[in-house]
């Protein structure tokens, strides 16, 4: 019996959320929840947007929440906010093509599903096969906000481009298509094999 491969974008997604839910994203805050295919027309049905998508190809999201011994958690309890954060990961199908006005519609649609599920910041993380234009990279790079991070990680080359910020950065080194080549055994997963 043989394993089917994977497409590249089924092979990414689970890095993606393996990454989240394991490794370094973990110190970030504890991803709990993992959804495949969200459909908006749902979530976004009050939300009166131009031209809302109809499915987002993975969301992940958790709280901030401490962890540990009885004093750790007293601790996160009295000093630490408690807030919810979420990653959507969307994939573009020919990312030579696409147009600012695409990538600012999507981060409407998340800043509509943040508000509707309360998430006080977001990853949002486009993916695909191929560079974006030089255009679109110099509008990435020069996106700042504060509670949401924008990363491109292109598959083909494995590189990233990201908007400026501490999320958007600490994004780009949880998302890079570079890692992707890492094996980590199944017990101690924070070391390489």
Not at 25 to 36: S, Y
Not at 59 to 64: A, K
Not at 159 to 188: E, M, V, W
Request: charged share 25%; glycine share 6%; hydrophobic share 40%.
């Amino acid at each position: 019996m043989t394993i089917p491969k994977l497409s590249a974008k089924e092979e990414y997604l689970r890095f993606v959320e393996k990454s989240l839910f394991l490794k370094g994203g973990r110190w970030i805050a504890n991803f709990d929840l993992a959804i495949r295919d969200l459909d908006l027309t749902k979530i976004l049905k009050d939300k009166h947007l131009a031209e809302p998508e109809k499915s987002m190809d993975l969301i992940l999201y958790g709280g901030v929440k401490g962890k540990g011994f009885v004093l750790s958690r007293a601790f996160a309890f009295l000093a630490s906010p408690t807030y919810v954060v979420c990653c959507c990961a969307i994939e573009f199908k020919n990312p030579s093509k696409v147009k600012w006005s695409t990538i600012v519609n999507w981060i409407r649609q998340a800043r509509a599903i943040m508000e509707v599920m309360q998430f006080e910041w977001s990853w949002i993380l486009f993916f695909g096969n191929g560079s974006l234009p030089d255009k679109i990279k110099g509008h990435f790079e020069r996106f700042n906000q504060r509670e949401v991070g924008l990363v491109y990680a292109d598959l083909k080359n494995k590189t990233t481009c990201k908007s400026t910020g501490f999320i958007a950065k600490r994004g780009d080194t949880l998302f890079h298509p570079s890692n992707l080549d890492q094996k980590y055994s199944r017990l101690k997963f924070w070391k390489k094999v």
